[in-house]
């Protein structure tokens, strides 16, 4: 796990799932994005969210998008509660 200050970097499944999980997020992947084909793609779908390009996923599979796309999940380390969204979140490439 990489911490700079504000934001964390992890590969951990199990701190991912944990994250997802105290904000009841499921894991979802897109299959479209403006009008394109998105195979692998993956996000978490949060109370509320409906989207029609959307199709949820299984922890394994999702973990098994994660690894084989090579991706790091980042999240901001939000310690206020004043703040309004504490899912701010991304998957990108992992540095390492």
Request: hydrophobic share 35%; glycine share 4%; net charge negative.
């Amino acid at each position: 796990m990489i911490n700079d200050n504000s934001r964390i970097a992890t590969v951990d499944h199990e701190a991912i799932q944990s994250w997802a999980e105290a904000r009841e997020a499921r894991p979802a992947r897109l299959s479209r994005f403006e009008d394109e084909q998105v195979p692998g793609r993956i996000k978490f779908r949060f109370p509320g969210d409906d989207y029609p390009d959307e199709e949820g996923l299984s922890w394994d599979e999702f973990f098994d998008i994660f690894d084989r796309e090579r991706l790091e999940f980042v999240f901001e380390d939000i310690a206020d509660e004043a703040v309004e969204n504490g899912n701010l979140y991304q998957f990108r490439p992992r540095e390492y």
